[in-house]
């Protein structure tokens, strides 16, 4: 079983910036893929950003510009660097991951993933 945890979430101005980090126990594939979601009250749950061990990398269109998916794979770490931060990014950052096989071209948003974190709160003011 992989545990995963994020930390780094918190209150911010509007313009501002946040880290987030994800901590994986162990990778569920060689092959695999990684990834930011957020949920924001009252609405679904959607993809941020997704990173595969290929070093491919896709992001949501809000997203683009703005934050960055990184990983450090020798501490089995994810991050997602915000910057400019809007009260619309205010959510709850989940990182996720699972087994995936990528082909070469940016991975999918909605790519299945088996191992999920608990969560961290992103809380943007105007």
């Known amino acids: 079983q992989v545990q995963v945890e994020e930390s780094g979430g918190g209150s911010v101005q509007s313009g501002g910036s946040l880290r987030l980090s994800c901590a994986a126990s162990?990778?569920?594939?060689?092959?695999?893929?990684t990834g930011w979601f957020r949920q924001a009250p009252g609405k679904e749950r959607e993809g941020v950003a997704v990173?595969?061990?290929?070093?491919?990398?896709n992001y949501a269109e809000f997203a683009q510009g703005r934050f960055t998916i990184s990983q450090d794979n020798a501490k089995k770490m994810v991050y997602l660097q915000m910057n400019n931060l809007k009260p619309e990014d205010t959510a709850i950052y989940f990182c996720a991951t699972g087994a995936f096989y990528g082909s070469g071209a940016p991975p999918p948003l909605t790519a299945e993933m088996d191992y999920w974190g608990k969560g961290t709160l992103v809380i943007i003011s105007s």
């Open positions: 162990a990778y569920p594939h060689t092959a695999y893929i």
């Open positions: 990173l595969d061990s290929y070093g491919f990398a």
